[in-house]
């Protein structure tokens, strides 16, 4: 060994290291203090540098380095966690006096006086996902969600992606053997309110609430978003094993929890007796506006630990601790006319639309009907002042109309009896609660279903958004989604606010949507009851669309995780004279999922993402990604952090400006051939 290398190694250990500490901080500058300090394009240099330099050195590699968020992805489904203790659910109290009778309650439990005060930590109940963290002499080793209360499910290498976590706990020494925390995970309120805005640009149902949007970031399986999961925030509150020997009382657990490095629930305070914890709940409950994480109540647990020994649990929860809900935000507003939207099934759903009123720390303008009865059980009219709620919902309720304060010559509402769209009759069928368009030419259908076909988990057409999808409907150049794949550039330069570039980079969106893979297609075509999860078991049992067309109602309903409402409408679907044709349309334009090949293992390009814009020299976007795929490389079809490389050829489209924007190395034809070995 020459002295050089060994001179080379050391300098590089002291770059690692200092690549770890420098990233760890400036991961926290971003994602927890919002705050950065360097851009994105900076940070992602230099954690590509890291992880080269980590893979020349894997002895570097430590626990807490930022590479290691980015476990692998869970691969098929979630592994179901037993919890070693079941994780428990609290009950609740509504009012003063349901929490005075707690009170008396666990003191007599506790065979204390009534001259005995007993001391409660006041915590905000925040409105999350449960989660239980294990770790191993200080590292985080499981995570995994509540689910029934004793088995949860595997979420581990998504829960490392969350910056508020440490993973690995800050004492030193570490504790040792097994500790057990349990805590909540949240989605701030500006970052739940971006992603939905984000998700309505994309034609995406948004979340309903933070509480979901947590949960279904947690519980993401394809595809992941890891700034969603970044953004997410873990609140700690409980130790259930592994709990140092001094630790005596709630409020030292929550000392020792941040003493880890852990978060726990803000403003948590000691009270001193029943009537303290009744002042807590009140201050809470007046500021609860003022906290960037959605709350529904507070929290009393018992401050003493032997206390809550003493009290002992129920089957489903502690009697030493409840949770005291705040009622939910109510407004009163004035109801400015009620609409009628015609969903991409056809389905009428009357909307009021409200005179803007704040509830609960969010503006709200519309209140859905949902149906024809329930509008009728709540005789709401235009021009009536309702008392609006937030449960936690975005999507707020209208409670109960203010009769004594309606204005006089007001009408009761029907339901159209022709679309709002098209103005064919409506349906309504027995025993069904929706009324429906039955025009299957409705604008107001194509349109949504073109959105939905673009959408990311369909076909991922990159451009085409509402506006475009409009006017492609409204000028009769786009009936069906077949019609997508036959739009003529002379065409698209004829829309309003088309230009040669975006008509081109739309063209090329379209084309690339020509082969996605079987699960997306599925969803793109829109069948009833078939979403993601379905979509992808369908997929991978069948293998190809051929196959499920021809498949009856039992061998579908044999696939694990699918029933009979599902089965009944793909053998429907496939069925259906039009659907039918439209495929065998799609199918000759070339539209037809692509033979699935699992990403190699090993190959020179093992475990890089690459993505293809342009058009390159010699190899087609086919070609070249075969062979990407043949090497152990993987493509993508949008540049992302977790992108590697984007070869670019010719023309390329905004992908290119992404990837500078990112920070990620571009190369070209030439360079990919080099790293394919094929140069
Ligand atoms: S203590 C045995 N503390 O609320 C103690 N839970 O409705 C059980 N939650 O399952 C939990 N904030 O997911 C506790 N400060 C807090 C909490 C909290 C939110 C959740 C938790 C629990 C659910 C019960």
Not at 115 to 141: F, I, Q, S
Not at 447 to 468: T, W, Y
Not at 638 to 653: C, H, I, L, Q, Y
Request: net charge positive; with cysteine; glycine share 8%.
């Amino acid at each position: 060994m020459g002295s050089s290398t060994d001179r080379e190694r050391k300098q590089a250990l002291e770059r690692i290291r200092w690549l770890q500490r420098e990233l760890n901080r400036h991961a926290r500058l971003y994602y927890l203090e919002d705050r950065p300090e360097i851009s994105d394009a900076e940070y992602d240099r230099l954690f590509r540098e890291l992880q080269e330099l980590e893979t020349r050195y894997p002895e570097a590699v430590v626990p807490d380095s930022p590479t290691q968020r980015v476990g692998p992805p869970p691969a098929e489904g979630f592994r179901p966690v037993r919890h070693r203790t079941p994780m428990l659910s609290l009950e609740n109290a509504f009012s003063e006096e349901e929490f005075r009778a707690f009170d008396e309650r666990v003191r007599r439990l506790l065979d204390l006086g009534p001259g005995h005060r007993l001391e409660y930590t006041g915590e905000p109940k925040l409105d999350g996902a449960g989660v239980e963290l294990l770790y191993e002499d200080g590292v985080l080793a499981v995570g995994s969600t509540r689910g029934d209360g004793r088995v949860g499910e595997d979420v581990t290498s998504n829960v490392k992606q969350i910056w508020s976590l440490p993973l690995v706990l800050t004492a030193d020494p570490p504790p040792r053997g097994t500790v057990s925390i349990r805590g909540e995970v949240v989605l701030p309120i500006p970052a739940f309110e971006k992603l939905n805005r984000e998700r309505l640009e994309k034609g995406l149902e948004p979340f309903a609430n933070p509480r979901n949007a947590a949960a279904g970031s947690l519980r993401q399986l394809h595809d992941i978003d890891r700034r969603r999961l970044a953004l997410l925030r873990f609140y700690a509150y409980q130790i259930t094993e592994g709990l140092p020997s001094r630790v005596r009382t709630q409020m030292q657990v929550l000392e020792t929890l941040r003493s880890w490095g852990l978060l726990t629930p803000p403003d948590a305070g000691l009270c001193g007796d029943v009537d303290a914890a009744l002042a807590y709940y009140r201050r809470m409950e007046a500021r609860r506006e003022g906290y960037d994480v959605e709350m529904d109540g507070t929290v009393f647990k018992v401050n003493r630990l032997d206390y809550q020994e003493r009290a002992g649990n129920l089957p489903r929860s502690p009697r030493w601790a409840i949770a005291f809900k705040f009622p939910p935000s109510q407004e009163t507003t004035v109801v400015e006319a009620i609409e009628v939207s015609v969903g991409r099934t056809g389905a009428l759903t009357p909307v009021a639309r409200l005179r803007p009123v704040r509830v609960g720390g969010v503006t709200i303008t519309h209140a859905s009907l949902h149906n024809e009865d329930e509008v009728e059980r709540l005789d709401v009219r235009v021009g009536d002042t309702v008392v609006v709620q937030r449960a936690g919902d975005v999507i707020p309720q209208i409670v109960t109309v203010v009769k004594s304060r309606r204005p006089a010559g007001t009408k009761k509402f029907r339901m159209p009896d022709r679309c709002p769209v098209c103005r064919a009759r409506t349906v309504r069928l027995e025993g069904e609660a929706v009324t429906r368009c039955p025009n299957l030419d409705c604008p107001a259908q194509i349109k949504n279903n073109l959105l939905h076909v673009a959408s990311r988990r369909a076909l991922d057409i990159d451009g085409l958004g509402e506006k475009l999808v409009d006017q492609l409907v409204e000028r009769g150049l786009v009936r069906r989604i077949s019609d997508l794949f036959t739009l003529r550039r002379e065409q698209l330069l004829e829309l309003d606010r088309m230009g040669e570039k975006s008509a081109d980079n739309l063209l090329r969106s379209i084309e690339r949507a020509r082969r996605p893979t079987l699960a997306r297609m599925l969803i793109a075509l829109g069948i009833r009851h078939v979403g993601e999860g379905v979509a992808e078991l369908l997929a991978r049992h069948f293998g190809s669309l051929e196959a499920l067309a021809a498949a009856s109602r039992e061998e579908i309903e044999a696939v694990p995780g699918v029933g009979p409402v599902i089965a009944e409408s793909v053998v429907r679907f496939f069925q259906e004279p039009r659907n039918r044709e439209e495929l065998e349309r799609l199918g000759k334009l070339g539209v037809r999922p692509r033979e699935e090949r699992k990403p190699r293992k090993s190959g020179p390009l093992a475990g890089r993402t690459f993505v293809l814009t342009g058009t390159l020299p010699h190899l087609s976007r086919e070609e070249a990604r075969e062979r990407i795929l043949a090497a152990g490389g993987r493509v993508a079809s949008s540049v992302s952090r977790k992108t590697d490389f984007v070869v670019a050829g010719e023309n390329p489209g905004s992908k290119l400006d992404r990837a500078r924007e990112l920070g990620i190395p571009v190369i070209d034809e030439a360079e990919l051939l080099r790293r394919l070995g094929e140069a």
